[in-house]
């Protein structure tokens, strides 16, 4: 059974370019949610995605956004980037939206703005 | 709001002995769900296990379980056996209810290496 796939696993960017990211959930999972780990903060809640339609939104600002398509899988988007958007970006996927079982987390996409 | 305690930064734990990594949390939703992950330098967040806060029992898979004390708002990971693989980063997390969704509370985390 395929786990959670995000792609690239690395890239490095400059100030003000953008990037996107791509998480394709494990199969038959709806929920897709992205976080954003960095030393200063530790893991921080970006937003989740279930059937195509944003459920949860952490506290960040309008440059950090996402989708997810009609095959479950979510793309995140980073506009005008800033030294302090590097992170390792981690996509979670669950089957569910209620409070049961469990989220599977991909390898995630590491991140350097120079 | 909720909020995820994990009090020791780093440890060190002998190659076949148990470890307990501490976690207490802080909600004020009716049910929730606690997980614990582990983070190896490579970055993979891999779930090792999960407590929903109406399970009677505790969890437990192969060597991972959990001490859940809901009273005292606690859930403990204990690693039995540790191998020098399971040197990591461990992480405790919570998933509240409702509108919530899968939105998970992180705590800061536990560097755990293990000596030969």
């Known amino acids: 059974k395929a786990g959670v796939t995000q792609t690239p696993r690395y890239l490095i960017k400059t100030r003000g370019q953008q990037v996107t990211l791509s998480c394709s959930p494990i199969s038959g999972h709806r929920s897709v949610s992205w976080y954003q780990q960095t030393p200063g903060q530790g893991l921080q809640f970006l937003f989740e995605?279930?059937?195509?339609?944003?459920?949860n939104k952490g506290n960040f600002p309008g440059r950090f956004s996402g989708r997810q398509f009609s095959n479950s899988r979510s793309e995140m988007n980073v506009s005008t980037l800033e030294l302090g958007d590097s992170a390792l970006y981690l996509c979670?996927?669950?089957?569910?939206?209620?409070?049961?079982?469990?989220?599977?987390f991909g390898e995630g996409s590491r991140l350097t703005v120079l | 709001a909720q909020k995820i305690t994990q009090t020791q930064p780093g440890m060190f734990v002998q190659e076949k002995e148990a470890v307990t990594l501490d976690c207490t949390y802080d909600?004020?939703?009716?049910?929730?769900?606690l997980f614990w992950y582990k983070q190896p330098s490579s970055g993979e967040m891999i779930f090792l296990i999960y407590?929903?806060?109406?399970?009677?029992q505790n969890a437990t898979e192969g060597r991972y379980s959990l001490n859940f004390q809901k009273a005292r708002k606690s859930a403990n990971l204990v690693i039995s056996a540790s191998q020098l693989g399971d040197s990591a980063m461990y992480f405790c997390?919570?998933?509240?209810?409702?509108?919530?969704?899968?939105?998970?509370?992180f705590g800061g985390g536990t560097r755990v290496l293990v000596k030969p």
């Open positions: 997390a919570m998933r509240g209810d409702g509108a919530a969704g899968n939105k998970l509370t």
């Open positions: 407590q929903g806060s109406y399970d009677q």
């Open positions: 909600t004020s939703d009716p049910s929730y769900g």
């Open positions: 979670a996927s669950s089957r569910y939206r209620d409070n049961t079982g469990e989220l599977f």
């Open positions: 995605y279930f059937s195509e339609t944003q459920r």
